[in-house]
């Protein structure tokens, strides 16, 4: 299909406000199309949040001499097979035991899981005040490379290879923590 060279040089303003126009006239209708294929009302409205992002993605390709809503609910039809197929996945695997096998795994991964924190909390505690305040800011506080980069007057680079070079000697620090006494490498 071939599109309007006009609709190609359309403001995107315009763009927007017509594809409002033509969505909100026929939101009703395709909500009635997905709950049809759908038995949870709010499921259903997800589906139709997601087609409209899905349609206004695609609206340059929609062809103003078609009616709009059959054109959408083809793209609510991909978005509910998508949803269901996720859906029968997730079912599957939950009804094949995945939840409790997860459950059970955590439960036994617990006590080691728990004894590295405290090694790595001990680890933290050796790095130098500089290292830890780094490790702090990227971990903790969610700080951008960018900023850390700033504070420590290093090049992003240089920030980032120093946060390798403190993972890796943690690593090795909660490895050295976690071995029984008198163990040796």
């Not at 060279?5 to 909500?31: N, T, V």
């Not at 695997?93 to 096998?101: I, N, P, S, T």
């Not at 800011?137 to 980069?149: T, V």
Request: with cysteine; glycine share 2%.
């Amino acid at each position: 299909m071939l599109l309007d060279p006009k609709r190609r040089s359309e403001d995107p303003a315009d763009a927007q406000q017509r594809f409002l126009s033509l969505f909100l006239r026929s939101e009703r209708e395709i909500f009635r199309y997905v709950a049809a294929l759908l038995p949870n009302v709010t499921d259903a409205e997800d589906i139709v949040q997601q087609t409209a992002i899905a349609l206004w993605e695609k609206f340059d390709a929609y062809d103003p001499n078609q009616p709009f809503t059959p054109w959408a609910c083809r793209f609510a039809l991909n978005k509910t097979k998508q949803w269901i197929e996720r859906r029968q996945r997730w079912q599957a695997l939950l009804e094949g035991g995945l939840a409790e096998e997860l459950a059970r795994r955590r439960e036994e991964l617990r006590p080691e899981m728990e004894a590295r924190l405290r090694h790595l909390e001990g680890c933290l505690n050796k790095l130098p005040d500089e290292q830890r305040s780094l490790v702090e800011g990227y971990y903790y506080r969610r700080d951008s490379l960018d900023k850390l980069a700033e504070n420590s007057s290093r090049t992003i680079a240089a920030t980032y290879k120093m946060l390798q070079r403190i993972r890796q000697a943690l690593q090795v620090c909660i490895e050295n923590a976690a071995k029984p006494e008198g163990a040796s490498s």
